[in-house]
């Protein structure tokens, strides 16, 4: 009707860590629900290093999303996580595989439950923002061989089911990647245009990717996969 | 074996509001794993008063626990419900009967999937605390009509599953008064002693409980149906 407001279309909240997954799924909503109905939340939670947050926010710049911050460092005060700051645990030099070597069990990289904290709260902030969907970039090299369990379809699932259930069907949980692997991610990417050197992986702070630990091996196979370098390690001025 | 230390037992984590029913939950925890195996969580969440948490720690101090408080206010910062300080709803005086009127719907003291927030928060900390258990003392009348889709059994089935799959089997949630209403719980805990003069359920800060918002009209009659009056409604000097 002439003079009517366009309905406002629905809205979504990404988890964005400043890494290559959930960018991609921030290209994708951007795509989806269109820049001024995707909400970016970024979680600081004791990390060895505000690198991820830098990138985070970079990414969030370049879509023009608006984006929330939230401080969770204090449920992990006990923690001896080798990711957090406060921890004497060296971040493992090796793959996930190598690290488990076969066993049952987590990695020294797990943080309690942190997935399952960060879909809450940005479930709890995604109904204050009028969101009515959440998306979780988790991926199936994350969960394969158990190395996170916080990313397994399972969990997702059950996670999926208890955000429905606990706010009375008015949000959804969504994690379109958990059973894709990081490379058929890195291309849906790239056709994305996905800006890829503005993301940061690497467990370790500095300059530059170390290069050494799982998530830079995982990283720099899924561009090799694509016949392309990782951006992120490109020669800088 | 002679000189060798007792084996520490399991531990358990208990949410804490400083309420009947989480106070009843305590007192069960203390005495199943005793005190020095309960560690009791209570949470700031932006709520109009701190009274709450102040007779949380008065239970707490009471039985001897070890206890944590943690501030998630922020994720709040832009709910409307009429529970947070910065609201300008007012709590409504009725019933939440009343309030629903037979309709679809969550109430207006609904607080966006906090007790979502809540489990996922006592998850990670119990996890970094050594415990294999999470209480939680949600209950039939808070799920009945809808009022509190996060206290649902559905829901607690969900969060138990994601609890269970996101931490690779290493805690469980429990909450065993899902099914019984609070006149049961109650029951229950003037057997176990609990020091009900303790705790505080009004919506409203103050000195003495307002006696007309739905949580005090609740609790009123969970003591009437065991005729006993409510301590916490004793006159005072």
Redesign the interface.
């Known amino acids: 009707m002439a003079g009517e407001q366009a309905a406002p279309g629905p809205r979504a909240l990404v988890l964005c860590s400043g890494g290559v997954d959930s960018t991609t799924l921030l290209a994708r909503a951007v795509r989806d629900f269109g820049a001024d109905n995707v909400v970016a939340l970024s979680v600081s939670y004791g990390q060895r290093h505000a690198r991820e947050l830098d990138a985070a926010r970079a990414v969030a710049a370049h879509y023009g999303v608006e984006q929330r911050f ?3 460092a ?7 996580c080798s990711l957090l700051a406060h921890s004497d645990e060296p971040v493992p030099e090796a793959s996930y595989a190598e690290q488990l070597d076969g066993a049952e ?2 990695v020294s990289t797990y ?7 960060f ?3 940005a ?3 995604a ?3 009028g969101c009515s969907v959440v998306l979780y970039g988790a991926h199936h090299d994350d969960w394969a061989g ?1 190395a996170y ?2 990313c ?1 379809p ?2 997702v699932e ?2 999926a ?3 429905a ?4 069907g008015e ?1 959804r949980l969504e994690a379109p990647f958990v059973n894709e692997n990081k490379a058929a991610i890195v291309a849906e990417g790239l056709a994305l245009g996905v800006p890829y050197e503005l993301t940061w992986s690497c467990y370790e702070g500095g300059e530059h990717p170390c290069g050494a630990c799982a998530t830079c091996l995982d990283r720099a196979a899924a561009f090799a996969a694509n016949g392309v370098p990782d951006p992120a390690l490109a020669p800088r001025d």
């Open positions: 939230l401080d969770l204090a449920i992990f005060a006990d923690s001896d069990g987590v943080v309690p439950f942190r997935n399952g904290l879909l809450s709260s479930a709890s902030m109904l204050s923002l158990s369990p916080d397994s399972a969990f059950a996670m089911r208890a955000i259930e606990g706010t009375g949000l």
